[in-house]
């Protein structure tokens, strides 16, 4: 299995506590950072629009609100993200048909080669540490 020699942060944007903790594992595992998690709609645009990090993995369903406000935000700043859903890509909406989509459940390796098809090869933020 390939892997990114980048090590990227990654904003996670998931209100399941459960899915979030293992999402934080799955890239920790590999290498990368969790700049930040968010498991509101608030909070998710506010950190889409401002925050440090070069990737973004967004719940599709935020406490029964499609989350295509984010993934905007996230376009405008030219940042790549990944759709996380139950409903596989059949669940998007329309306009966002195309986009990188993680299935629930998904393994880290699902999450890796889905990383590897990305144009993430140079992160945008370096850690604060």
Do not use: W
């Amino acid at each position: 299995m390939g892997h990114l020699a980048t090590k990227l942060r990654v904003l996670v944007i998931e209100d399941e506590p459960m899915v979030a903790f293992l999402v934080e594992d799955m890239l920790t595992e590999m290498g990368h950072e969790v700049a930040a998690v968010a498991s509101r709609m608030q909070q998710g645009l506010d950190l889409a629009r401002m925050g440090a990090f070069d990737l973004a993995i967004v719940d599709v369903n935020l406490d029964g609100q499609p989350s295509y406000p984010i993934a905007d935000a996230l376009k405008e700043r030219g940042i790549c993200f990944i759709f996380a859903t139950g409903y596989g890509s059949q669940g998007l909406d329309p306009a966002y048909v195309g986009s990188p989509v993680l299935a629930k459940p998904f393994a880290i390796s699902d999450l890796q080669n889905l990383l590897l098809e990305l144009p993430v090869n140079q992160p945008r933020y370096e850690s604060p540490n």
